[in-house]
């Protein structure tokens, strides 16, 4: 049994030419997370000692997304084994301790903790195998490096596409870029790679041929394909993304939610949805998402760190953006926006409403064409309403400003200064009947006609 220590180098150095982007591969998202996100996530679910990520120049942004994992620098990317080395310093003393190394790659968004579990697993019940490698199987035609078995089982080399015969290319075990194995061996490994092939980097994988040389056994641990899809181009990364939304749809619905039409509705990974959720056809959960016990969302809402008190309705067509906090049995209809803004238990804004910036109190009622004007152009206004208030249709509420409890504004009303509670607010035109002059003006109009035309 190998129970010592584990240091896993994470690598995140590569450009991604094959994405054709100014953002750097790794960061690209995958059901609202960065993949190195995705990638660190599964890595510290084994709790190792010590997690490294290998970052290329100028990737600052890649940095502050590993954090507060260590980073090092690997200067030019010369290719997988090459990123290995550059981790070296940083994992030597581990090494020299007799611990595990675990390599993993930047783009591989769906593996899980649990392979990485049984992958470790494997290496400490198989310890005279120095490296596992982990595998799966796919027919070819594809990219990924092939995996070459000696008779016994144990791996021979691996051979990148651009590298391999047309024989080889045959193989359908291909190599999943995890690997765990001895620190020292791996270490002593990478640092006598050579660039020596059809790409002229430095292949993590040639350390295979090289430790089958020294007689040092590898094996395979074969996972599913869907597990370590390597995402290079941007139709991989919708992949990546099609195969993750259906994880978090199975989470959901296992966890007691009703997805009317699931391929429709969208989700983040970190979305929560409580028991007796209805989700219609065609929501959209960004970032930050907390819905409580027997929420209805309608279609087409989209949705983003909000928070959803139990017994609440948004939708059809809602958007909530940031700050939004519906309150319990809140209900918030058709195009209404509502942004940093709660709304107080049994509150209502059903209709074609934006609410930024503001408080409404319990049981308010907030009428349709209810506008809070909380940006004058260089800074945000909060408004706040009374419990139980009435704001009538079409009203500009504009903030700073305190509706008070009870209080009642006339329809239309264009408000710039507080109401008192329980008193009435109007501030339109007063209106004006005047009989029999719609006729009047319509015989005058008639006869203008005439004249013209005559
Ligand atoms: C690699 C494997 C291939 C495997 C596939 C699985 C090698 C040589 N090939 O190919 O056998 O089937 O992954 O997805 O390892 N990186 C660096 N520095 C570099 C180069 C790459 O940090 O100099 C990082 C990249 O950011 C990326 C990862 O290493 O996260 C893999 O590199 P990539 O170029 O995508 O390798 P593949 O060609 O996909
Ligand atoms: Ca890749």
Redesign the pocket.
Known sequence: MTAGKLGVV???????T?MRSAV???LHEVAGRA??AHVLAAARSISPERIVV???PDMPEVESAAAPCATVL?E????????VA?ASDSLADLASEGGDILVL????PLLSGETLAALRARRQREPDASVVALAFRRPPPH????IKLETDGAIAA?V??SDATAEERRIDL?????MIADGAVLLDLVARLSSDNA?G??????IFALARAEGLRSVVHETEEAE?????SRAELADAERRMQARLRERAMREGATLVDPDTVHLAMDTRLGRDVVVEPHVVFGNGVEVGDGVRIGAFSHIAGAKLEAGSQVGPYARLRPGAHIGPGARVGNFVEVKNASLGPGAKANHLTYLGDAEVGGDANVGAGTITCNYDGLNKHRTVIGAGAFIGSNTALVAPINIGAGAVVGAGSTLTADVEEDAVALSRAPQTNRPGAARRLRERLAKLKAKSKG
Not at 228 to 232: A, E, S, T, Y
Request: proline fraction near 2%.
């Open positions: 994470v690598l995140a150095a590569g450009q991604g094959r750097p591969k790794v993949m190195l290998v970052v290329g690997q030019r990317q010369l290719g997988t084994g090459d990123a550059a790659y930047g783009d591989t990219a990924y490096g092939r691996i990148e596409d291909c190599n999943a870029g995890v790409q980097e430095y292949y993590l994988t040639d370590v899809l390597g995402v290079n």
